[in-house]
């Protein structure tokens, strides 16, 4: 027998977290039931993915290239991206990291800006 730890907050937030996927899913199972199925599998396989490196796992290299060449997060940016919000951005997919980082430099620089105003030497 598997020994295991039951968190009753990790699953209500795990619960809570697939709410909105399967009311999609409801909404759109009239459409297409394979697609649905397709798109809860890929779900659930990206939220598998997504946290192995909490258990140590490591991404081997090839996977690596191939994630950066399809612009895909992995396991070890999307666990950068909870600890460190303002440092790794995407949650699947890096192409939003740029404009991203981008966006929130122009934010910073517009806080300062208003915080501090230049005031003009008389």
Known sequence: MAHFALNYQVLLDGLLGALPYLFVAIFLWSFSQAGVICGLLLGQFHVWWRHTSVIGWQTPKF??????????????????????????????????????????????????????????LK
């Open 63 to 120: 996977i690596i290239l191939l994630c950066q060449i399809l612009f895909i997060t992995t396991p070890e940016q999307h666990w950068l991206h909870h600890q460190k919000t303002n440092a790794g951005f995407g949650d699947i997919f890096t192409f939003f990291d740029q404009p991203a980082k981008i966006w929130l430099r122009w934010l910073r620089l517009l806080r300062m800006h208003l915080r501090f105003p230049l005031v003009p």
